[in-house]
């Protein structure tokens, strides 16, 4: 079964706070892709980062990193210094080479970043 | 700036009426797709298509059907629309490869109100 959980529905923090938005993962897939989408307000889902399951690397992207650890199946994402245009909702996806293919998305966490 | 364009941010539509959703891509891309996201349920994936003429059923097809005629345009239709499927509609689409392997492309979405 592939299924994605983000567990944190709704997080606030404060301007220049650093935030991390767990996602973990589940798949029987030995192949398998992990992405990161960013919903802002308008409404439309912007690509942030594509992960393949041979690739542990950690990434790192201006304020934006991503730790992924087969180990525990998660791809988390921290925010550091946020800012009040990260406030949006990100979603975790997960596909795989036997998902039929379809992209299997968490309900998402919804962020709110405080001035 | 590459685009995927849905007709109608907002939709308010009577139990019943057949419903037409409409999607367009302007980067040739091969696969197209129709979600529709509910809070505290992310995305759920209604129809794919991988190529002109074709479709495939996602996870909640039932009183959905799609149309591709062209490769641009992928249609979502609600046969006789009913207030479950009160909604936000959003369409992707993805370039070549298998779709699972690449990022999605996201329009601002249409948020429908069946009444």
């Known amino acids: 079964a592939q299924k994605v959980t983000q567990a944190q529905t709704e997080i606030s923090v404060v301007e220049k706070e650093d935030v991390t938005l767990d996602c973990v993962y589940e798949?029987?897939?030995?192949?398998?892709?992990l992405f990161w989408y960013k919903q802002p307000p308008s409404g439309e889902l912007v690509f942030l980062i594509r992960r393949n399951s041979f690739d542990e690397q950690n990434e790192i992207s201006g304020r934006y990193s991503w730790n992924f650890q087969k180990s525990t199946s998660s791809f988390n994402f921290t925010i550091t210094a946020s800012q009040v245009v990260d406030s949006a909702v990100y979603f975790c996806?997960?596909?795989?080479?036997?998902?039929?293919?379809?992209?299997?998305f968490g309900t998402g966490t919804s962020l709110t970043v405080i001035p | 700036d590459v685009k995927v364009t849905q007709s109608s941010r907002y939709l308010v539509k009577r139990t019943g009426e057949k419903v037409f959703l409409e999607c367009v891509q302007d980067?040739?891309?091969?696969?197209m797709f129709w979600y529709r996201q509910d809070p505290g349920l992310g995305l759920r994936l209604i129809y794919f298509?991988?190529?002109?003429?074709?479709?495939e059923k996602g996870d909640i097809p039932e009183g959905y059907s799609v149309s591709r005629e062209k490769k641009e345009r992928f249609s979502l239709i609600l046969e006789s629309a009913s207030t479950n499927q009160t909604s936000m509609y959003l369409c992707?689409?993805?370039?070549?490869?298998?779709?699972?392997?690449?990022?999605?492309?996201f329009g601002s979405g249409t948020q429908l109100s069946v009444l």
């Open positions: 798949t029987r897939d030995t192949t398998y892709y």
């Open positions: 992707a689409s993805s370039g070549g490869g298998p779709p699972t392997n690449e990022k999605l492309f």
């Open positions: 996806a997960l596909s795989g080479t036997n998902t039929g293919n379809q992209f299997y």
């Open positions: 980067m040739d891309h091969e696969n």
């Open positions: 298509s991988y190529d002109v003429k074709m479709k």
